[in-house]
């Protein structure tokens, strides 16, 4: 048993000297000192992305939306109310924003326009007439601006309605139990 424990200890030890070198040569540390202090900041910032992200997404639908895992979660929840076209559609128009070149806004904007804003799209989202009519005009010469209205309100439903609605939703309440679980199962013996 002593002698299994002893390999054990060893791999991890072997492990921890192979991952300091690797990480010292990667990103120019200077001594073992700071590779391990690095070492144990990347492994919290970890275990933070997990729990404490999780339970940080009920701040606010921004710290939902900044974070991949939680437009997943928030994304399956709407699924489950018949409103995923609002988080998607938020999603398409912040991707647009990002557009540089003239041809490509032009492509972006009318497949946003088609799947989100026209008259019986496949995803249409609950806009008031007066902003389709806006981004209707706009078409011709869309900017990388034609959407910040519509963005806007959907951006104050999801925040107002659909959120607090998560927040409360046992979908949420269970991602948080399980990370909270997992949190206290991880354990690096060699940090």
Same mark, same amino acid.
């Given at each position: 048993?002593?002698?299994?424990?002893?390999?054990?200890?060893?791999?991890?030890?072997?492990?921890?000297?192979?991952?300091?070198i690797?990480?010292?040569f990667?990103?120019?540390f200077?001594?073992?000192?700071?590779?391990?202090?690095?070492?144990?900041?990347?492994?919290?910032?970890?275990?933070?992305?997990?729990?404490?992200?999780?339970m940080?997404?009920?701040?606010?639908?921004?710290?939902?939306?900044?974070?991949?895992?939680?437009?997943?979660?928030?994304?399956?929840?709407?699924?489950?109310?018949?409103?995923?076209?609002?988080?998607?559609?938020?999603?398409?128009?912040?991707?647009?924003?990002?557009? +540089?070149?003239?041809?490509?806004?032009?492509?972006?904007?009318? +497949?946003?326009?088609?799947?989100?804003i026209?008259?019986?799209?496949?995803?249409?989202?609950?806009?008031?007439?007066?902003?389709?009519?806006?981004?209707?005009?706009n078409?011709?010469?869309?900017?990388?601006s034609?959407?910040?209205?519509?963005?806007?309100?959907?951006?104050?439903?999801?925040?107002?309605?659909?959120?607090?609605?998560?927040?409360?939703?046992?979908?949420?309440?269970?991602?948080? +139990?399980?990370?909270?679980?997992?949190?206290?199962?991880?354990?690096?013996?060699?940090?």
């Amino acid at each position: 048993m002593r002698e299994k424990m002893h390999r054990n200890y060893s791999r991890a030890a072997k492990m921890s000297s192979d991952y300091c070198i690797h990480i010292e040569f990667k990103l120019g540390f200077k001594s073992p000192l700071s590779v391990i202090t690095y070492t144990r900041y990347i492994t919290r910032r970890l275990e933070r992305s997990d729990a404490e992200e999780t339970m940080a997404w009920s701040m606010s639908v921004d710290t939902v939306l900044a974070n991949k895992d939680g437009v997943e979660a928030f994304r399956t929840f709407l699924k489950s109310e018949f409103s995923e076209e609002n988080v998607e559609f938020w999603l398409a128009c912040e991707d647009f924003k990002k557009t +540089k070149s003239p041809t490509k806004i032009a492509l972006k904007a009318r +497949k946003i326009y088609s799947d989100f804003i026209q008259a019986d799209a496949p995803k249409e989202i609950n806009i008031d007439f007066h902003t389709k009519n806006h981004i209707a005009q706009n078409m011709t010469e869309p900017t990388l601006s034609c959407f910040d209205d519509a963005q806007r309100l959907i951006y104050s439903l999801m925040a107002k309605d659909s959120f607090p609605r998560f927040l409360r939703s046992e979908e949420y309440k269970e991602l948080v +139990k399980k990370q909270q679980n997992g949190k206290q199962k991880r354990w690096l013996p060699f940090l």
